[in-house]
């Protein structure tokens, strides 16, 4: 298995462009999450979804990002307008329905710079 | 709600002595605990975990971790650092009702020569 597959996996934009990240989970994982990674705050839990529903998405900053699971082999994560406060970098995550049993198989991230 | 602490930011350990990376939790049924790894400019890589059963958990690398209740804590043990063993390690707690993870902020571990 190629594992977790995120794109891009750096991306330099300007303030106020729309931004879309990507993932491909491992097939047959029925949890995804998309995490945030700053030297400021860690890591943070934006989203998750399960069975391609999302179930908690309290962690997102605000209404610029948003996140989708049209099918249980893509997810994308969008911001719109981009902000230079948004630059991080961007991790997707899957893990498989094991009682909550499941380690987290990560990607190797995205790196957004918001100029 | 479910929380993990790393009391420490950074580990300094001479390659050949044993390692201890700390770990407490906090969690309001059965911890389901976790450590990771994270090499520069990688994703997480799951190092071992604890479900139930035997407190001494063995994992990838000659890692271990030991699960105390009574202490609430879960650290991460090795008995001879390796300098390529220097890397970011995170201590994560998933919640036993819904799938979310909660991750410690991280310790820099350093293995010096």
């Known amino acids: 298995d190629a594992g977790v597959i995120q794109s891009p996996r750096h991306e330099v934009t300007e303030m106020g462009q729309e931004v879309t990240l990507r993932c491909k989970p491992i097939?047959?994982?029925?949890?995804l999450f998309w995490y945030r990674q700053t030297m400021m705050r860690g890591l943070e839990l934006l989203i998750y979804?399960?069975?391609?529903?999302?179930?908690?998405d309290s962690g997102m900053p605000e209404d610029r990002f948003s996140a989708k699971m049209p099918n249980a082999s893509f997810s994308t994560l969008k911001i719109q307008p981009s902000e230079p406060r948004d630059s991080a970098v961007y991790f997707c995550?899957?893990?498989?329905?094991?009682?909550?049993?499941?380690?987290?198989?990560f990607g190797e991230g995205s790196r957004l710079t918001v100029l | 709600a479910q929380s993990v602490a790393q009391p420490e930011d950074q580990v300094n350990v001479a390659e050949g002595n044993p390692l201890t990376v700390k770990c407490t939790y906090s969690?309001?049924?059965?911890?389901?605990l976790f450590w990771y790894v994270q090499y520069p400019n990688r994703g997480l890589q799951f190092l071992l975990k604890?479900?139930?059963?035997?407190?001494l958990v063995k994992g990838s690398y000659g890692f271990e971790a030991e699960f105390n209740k009574s202490q609430t804590s879960f650290h991460l043990k090795k008995p001879s650092a390796l300098v390529s063993d220097s890397a970011l390690y995170f201590c994560?707690?998933?919640?036993?009702?819904?799938?979310?993870?909660?991750f410690g902020d991280g310790t820099t571990l350093t293995v010096k020569p």
């Open positions: 994560a707690v998933r919640d036993t009702n819904a799938g979310k993870s909660t």
């Open positions: 979804f399960n069975n391609n529903v999302p179930i908690d």
């Open positions: 604890y479900i139930t059963g035997d407190n």
């Open positions: 995550a899957s893990s498989p329905q094991s009682w909550n049993t499941g380690e987290l198989f």
């Open positions: 097939s047959g994982h029925d949890y």
């Open positions: 969690v309001s049924g059965n911890p389901y």
